[in-house]
């Protein structure tokens, strides 16, 4: 019975003034989570919210809420400083395609 992580995808303009853009990925290990809420609260970007789902504990895990063009994950990591469980990580990608 493995872990399989969940994983997201935000974008959200990291440079805004030159040709670079960032991809934030967001992965979350759903059964690892404990619903303490930390990462939404202390999203910077508000970009999480409760989910309705349950993992096996019975608690929510997070999910992604962006809207484009305002709320957009930027890949900061700061989800996976706070979470206790190390349940939800980042990596950001360098994305040339939006440098047009
Ligand atoms: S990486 Fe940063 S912006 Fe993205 S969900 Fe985590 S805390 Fe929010
Ligand atoms: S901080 Fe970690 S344990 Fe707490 S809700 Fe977020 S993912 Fe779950």
New binding site residues.
Partial sequence: MGKKPMK?I?R?LVDKGDKKSAV?K?YLIIERCKGCNL?IE???????KESSVFNKKGYHP?E?IEVPGEK???????????CPEFA?Y?EIEEDEKEAE
Wanted: charged share 5%.
């Fill in positions: 997201f935000g959200g934030g967001i990462c202390f999203c910077p970007k508000d970009v999480l997070p992604l957009m994950c930027v890949g900061c990591g700061y989800c996976s400083l706070i939800i980042t």
